[in-house]
């Protein structure tokens, strides 16, 4: 036989038949003392329990690693196992039996790991338990019966994780807690139990009373390890310690309103309020039935602990407005809610001989309407009224396409003077009238347009849409900012076009045959131009006076186009 394996053999009998000489772990560190054996992974690249631990293990100490998980039967071989050890890993998940076959372990310190639940009648492995250290984790739900399987714990950290609401029953039914309280009426000696419940996010609201109730009443020989827990919320009770805090029974929200019927006038500012008591604070919100919802104001301020008033408020009421407004509370219990009816009363024309009079005046106010701004698919109007009490006048806006013989009405509220129309359709004929409160609109308070038919501009966006005003027998584009002519203005205007059209029309007969693009600065004879010419046709035929009926055209007015007119 080879020497060298000679000796390899040698030192391996060796090895087997004298225990003195123990084994360990890869990457980690044995140690022996009085106590007994130790195993010491520290900072190392471990991702899983090793499963090659020493039987004769009686403490192990982990830390620092990437153990994820403790799956089932970690320590199955180290039975004799009293100290565990696993601070500042990435631990997650504890399997149901990860514990099993440690009858001995008494220690337990899970400090800094991940840990958002814990299996909690796993402890059912471990009897003789006494320590158990679980701070620093993500732990937000503490069940009734979590310690129900510590018997013999001495000291419990749940301190800095993410517990909220927890039960009082919690420790009215653990072990130890009944002990004490058994051992009061018997005079028994019986050693302390410390409780680590510091730094979490309580919320102070009814579903904490019984266990602020319980943490006032916590006497040795169960001991606080810091008795001044606090409350992170609600808002009025953050910061405030628990011995400082009285909190009411939970109920389900109730709602009211001062008034479950509202009448107002058109234009006025309305407020809708709804009081509402409940605990914890429910949630409260408010649903309307509209065709056309708009944006209105919510808020919801605290009168008392349990009491909270929400208000909706809507500026400068329109018809549209009117119906019914439900205000409903919810919380964990139930949910409830108030229903508050608003009617719309439009403005009495004629109530007195005052008021009489601010009718007629109303009816021939002076309206100034124009254009103010183009966009892509769009304009924007703007509008100037000559009336007594502008900050009380409301106006009513007529749009639609200038055949449709009834038109979308949209209720306007004083103090405003502008408003957007949008998704006009390309080549299609509008108007769109201002008028006071609800009268029928009126000549010079509207205003025709018709808008450009070039599809191509509109989808690349590179151009604005074209607006074209009809008026005085003309086609004329309005530029942003300019005022646009109304149809009362036709037949005053008329005599002085017809001048201009004639001087003009003598030189520009041979445009009539030039290039006639659909665009914005050569229209198709028949389209916009037709349109505006037969309507100022017709506006000439009522002017003329019986004597020119008499006498024939001498000069009939060629068809021309718009482009010509600049």
């Not at 499963?51 to 039975?79: M, Y």
């Not at 520009?508 to 914005?520: I, V, W």
């Not at 505006?532 to 060629?558: A, V």
Request: charged residues 20%; aromatic residues 8%; proline residues 5%.
């Amino acid at each position: 036989m080879d020497p060298i394996c000679r000796i390899i053999f040698l030192l391996l009998a060796f090895y087997r038949i004298n225990p003195a000489l123990p084994y360990c772990v890869i990457g980690c560190s044995c140690s022996s003392d009085s106590f007994g054996r130790s195993l010491l992974c520290m900072s190392t690249s471990l991702r899983k329990i090793p499963g090659d631990i020493p039987q004769d293990v009686r403490k192990i100490r982990i830390e620092n690693s990437h153990l994820t998980e403790l799956p089932r039967g970690s320590f199955s071989n180290a039975s004799a196992l009293e100290y565990l050890w696993l601070n500042f890993n990435n631990i997650t998940v504890m399997h149901l039996k990860s514990l099993e076959y440690l009858k001995d372990l008494t220690e337990l310190r899970l400090q800094g790991n991940k840990l958002s639940s814990v299996p909690w009648t796993t402890f059912q492995d471990t009897p003789a338990l006494k320590i158990l250290d679980l701070k620093h984790n993500r732990l937000d739900v503490l069940p009734e019966h979590a310690l129900r399987y510590l018997l013999n714990l001495t000291y419990l950290d749940l301190s800095s994780n993410q517990l909220t609401v927890i039960s009082r029953d919690v420790f009215y039914n653990w072990p130890v807690y009944q002990k004490t309280q058994q051992s009061e009426r018997k005079m028994e000696a019986i050693s302390n139990a410390v409780l680590a419940l510091h730094d979490n996010p309580w919320i102070c609201d009814c579903r904490l009373r019984g266990f602020v109730q319980f943490i006032k009443s916590v006497s040795p020989p169960v001991i606080l390890m810091n008795s001044y827990l606090t409350c992170s919320s609600p808002k009025f009770r953050a910061g405030k310690f628990f011995h400082e805090v009285e909190l009411n029974s939970c109920m389900k929200p109730l709602t009211s309103s001062l008034d479950s019927n509202l009448t107002v006038h058109v234009g006025l500012n309305v407020t809708m309020a709804c009081l509402v008591q409940g605990s914890p604070s429910p949630a409260v919100w408010w649903t309307y039935g509209l065709k056309h919802l708009r944006a209105f104001n919510v808020s919801t301020t605290h009168i008392s602990e349990d009491t909270m008033k929400s208000e909706l408020v809507i500026p400068s009421v329109h018809l549209m407005d009117e119906g019914n407004y439900t205000c409903t509370a919810a919380n964990f219990i139930g949910n409830t809610s108030t229903i508050i009816s608003l009617k719309i009363q439009a403005p009495r024309m004629i109530a007195s001989s005052s008021s009489f009079f601010s009718s007629v005046s109303e009816e021939n106010a002076y309206v100034d309407v124009r254009i103010a701004k183009q966009t892509v698919y769009g304009i924007t109007l703007e509008w100037y009224a000559v009336t007594e009490n502008p900050g009380e006048t409301w106006y009513t806006l007529h749009f639609g396409k200038y055949d449709d013989s009834k038109k979308e009405m949209i209720y306007i509220g004083p103090g405003t003077n502008t408003y957007s129309v949008n998704d006009l359709l390309p080549a299609t004929k509008y108007e769109v009238c201002v008028t006071l409160r609800n009268q029928t609109p009126r000549k010079g308070q509207c205003i025709v347009f018709v808008t450009g038919s070039d599809i191509s501009e509109l989808e690349q966006r590179e151009k604005l849409i074209h607006i074209i005003i009809i008026v005085c027998a003309m086609v004329l584009a309005v530029p942003a900012g300019m005022y646009a002519c109304t149809t009362e203005t036709r037949l005053n205007c008329m005599q002085k076009c017809a001048g201009f059209c004639s001087k003009n029309r003598k030189g520009q007969k041979n445009l009539r045959a030039g290039n006639k693009e659909n665009t914005f600065d050569s229209l198709p004879t028949g389209s916009e131009e037709g349109l505006c010419y037969r309507d100022s046709i017709e506006d000439k035929r009522k002017s003329r006076s019986p004597e020119d009926k008499e006498k024939p055209d001498k000069h009939k007015p060629n068809h021309r186009n718009s482009a010509d007119l600049y």
